[in-house]
């Protein structure tokens, strides 16, 4: 554990030296003793309250909810320090959600308007400031709707004093509160205004992440898309060979029985009789999700097939259980062999948000390229990665397409909600040939005919990108495919400067260079944007081989952009899917970003020997 020293100046202005308490959040649980007490409430609050009731609760309710023990450790158990002499701690949180810490008043704590500040350029947040003797000072949960980032917290110590200060909880760390700092270590939301007592203070931060410690209003929902006896949810996934393999997952109620696939090559139904069909026993997973109040359990049927023939097109139907009835005829066709035919797919930057007209988009996409093979995702599939309730829209929305097309997702920040993408991994059938530093599934790689696509987790904020550095230098070293793709959310190069990623850049950039990536696929600045073909950062010359990084958004929440000198175009306000078409006969790839209007507002291509 560092120490952080506090002196005043001789201006009053009080210095810090940068400490780091522990380890980062990723290794430890940081607040376990809070949060056991959290699933015992949330567990008192399952035996003792109707459904209704559970999907009314307030912070009010919440709060008078709590038996004393739970009462005080609510109030001082979420950030601890240590001071060496009297100060004044000054505790600022986000307005918006208009929630107030129960334990701020409770406690004491002053509010102080004239201290407030702006934080990301338009959230407000309010302070509360209260004094407190030398030695432990503990603090309490950000709030209980789990809509409440960690507060951000200043101490103050007399003129002409010098305090030692030591932050308690694992993954915290001190700085310098001054203009432009980061408010967040996970987050990019910074420091936009400070009133002057507040600047030069040290400055505790956490992770943004950490909000949903203490989550109980709001953390008991009911889904619109519940389950029922019969199959829904039906997505196509790899996690073999294109060319051999295919795997089929699709939902029902509760705790089922093993549910059907019948499979048959589409050719064998013009006969009288097909005679080829087989029938698959799937493998069952429950997954249980008690805050869904109307849908606590469902299982996952998975069937992987390994066994197919290459350019093929298959038929299929998926039942419940042995006694189940048949769901309608859906299809796939499984890739050619290496340069056999010719194929497209789409990209999809962020959903995220308007699911329902992301439905629309992806829809509009099938029905104009009905031949393309896959879809790839580049992260941020949808807001809050811990609500079942929002995977239950997403699925709903992208079944009719991902039923007959398979997809390829990369994980984005808003998917890892809460620090760890649990849900996502549960959800997805996905390759396990990622690196073994990482559960499987947050990375992995497919080769499609002649274009290897590699899936990587840019999430920085909770891991190291140099964890998949030895990994995606090997899957890129060892490939032979024509075309060298990736996928990954947070861009290399952004559309904006404020939303930069160096540690990615630093890390993967010289991997993609000494290996000829072709494309990198991006997401997160929901915005499109197309550089120039770059190596070492810099726009190569007209004949020699570059990367082109491609940043786009599917769903409905957008961004300001300000690009870079290397963009050749860039569109905001702007819903786009893109189409990619590859024809290994003559090495050619065609690119077009398409509006949802219909327009085709960017494209390009490129020609491999």
Do not use: C
Request: net charge negative; no cysteine.
């Amino acid at each position: 554990m560092q120490t952080s020293l506090i002196r005043a100046a001789a201006t009053g202005i009080l210095l810090a030296t940068l400490g780091v308490a522990g380890v980062s959040a990723e290794t430890q649980t940081p607040h376990a003793e809070l949060e056991r007490a959290v699933s015992g409430v949330v567990e008192r609050m399952q035996q003792t309250l109707s459904a209704k009731e559970r999907l009314a609760l307030t912070p009010e309710s919440a709060a008078s909810f709590l038996n004393a023990r739970e009462r005080e450790l609510f109030s001082t158990g979420f950030a601890r320090l240590q001071v060496s002499a009297p100060v004044t701690v000054h505790v600022a949180f986000e307005s918006a959600p208009g929630e107030v810490p129960f334990w701020l008043p409770a406690r004491g704590f002053e509010r102080r308007s004239d201290l407030d500040f702006l934080v990301d350029g338009e959230d407000d947040y309010a302070t509360w400031s209260k004094r407190f003797p030398a030695g432990g000072i503990g603090l309490g949960i950000p709030g209980f709707s789990g809509e409440m980032k960690p507060y951000l917290i200043f101490i103050e110590a007399d003129k002409a004093a010098a305090v030692e200060l030591e932050p308690l909880v694992p993954g915290v760390d001190v700085v310098e509160a001054t203009l432009g700092q980061q408010a967040f270590l996970d987050d990019d939301d910074d420091l936009t205004t400070l009133p002057d007592r507040l600047q030069g203070l040290p400055m505790l931060r956490s992770y943004e992440s950490w909000e949903l410690v203490s989550r109980l209003v709001g953390h008991f929902r009911a889904t619109d898309y519940p389950s029922s006896e019969d199959p829904d949810h039906v997505q196509l996934t790899w996690q073999g060979d294109p060319a051999s393999s295919i795997t089929v997952q699709w939902r029902t109620r509760g705790e089922s029985s093993r549910g059907r696939l019948w499979l048959a090559r589409q050719s064998d139904l013009l006969r009288e009789n097909p005679g080829r069909a087989r029938i698959v026993q799937a493998e069952p997973v429950v997954m249980t999700t008690p805050q869904i109040v109307n849908d606590p359990a469902i299982t996952l049927h998975r069937v992987t097939l390994d066994d197919l023939a290459p350019a093929t097109d298959y038929a299929y139907a998926v039942s419940a259980g042995d006694g189940g009835q048949w769901s309608e005829l859906r299809s796939f066709r499984t890739a050619a062999k290496r340069g056999a035919e010719p194929y497209s797919f789409v990209y999809l930057g962020d959903p995220q948000n308007g699911l329902d007209r992301w439905g629309e988009l992806i829809r509009q996409s099938d029905h104009r390229f009905p031949k393309s093979r896959f879809y790839l995702i580049a992260g941020d599939l949808i807001d809050k990665g811990t609500q079942r309730d929002n995977w239950d829209q997403f699925f709903a929305e992208s079944s009719p397409v991902f039923d007959r097309r398979p997809v390829l997702p990369a994980i984005g920040n808003h998917d890892s909600h809460g620090g760890h993408p649990t849900l996502y991994l549960q959800q997805f059938a996905l390759p396990d040939n990622g690196t073994d530093t990482l559960d499987p599934g947050r990375t992995y790689h497919v080769t499609y005919q002649d274009m290897l696509v590699v899936v990587m987790d840019s999430n920085y904020d909770l891991i190291d990108p140099a964890t998949q550095t030895e990994w995606l230098d090997r899957v890129l070293g060892e490939s032979d495919a024509r075309w060298k793709t990736v996928i990954y959310h947070h861009p290399l190069y952004a559309s904006h400067p404020e939303r930069d990623n160096a540690p990615l850049r630093d890390a993967w950039l010289p991997i993609f260079d000494r290996h000829g990536v072709d494309i990198a696929f991006q997401g997160h600045d929901h915005a499109y944007m197309r550089t120039q073909p770059l190596r070492g950062g810099k726009p190569v010359a007209e004949g020699e081989h570059g990367t082109v990084y491609l940043v786009a958004v599917s769903g409905t929440k957008m961004y300001e952009q300000s690009l870079p000198d290397f963009a050749v175009f860039g569109a905001t306000d702007t819903r786009t899917f893109q189409v990619i078409d590859v024809d290994p006969a003559n090495g050619t790839l065609r690119y077009r970003a398409i509006a949802e209007s219909g327009e085709v507002i960017d494209e390009f291509a490129l020609r491999k020997p």
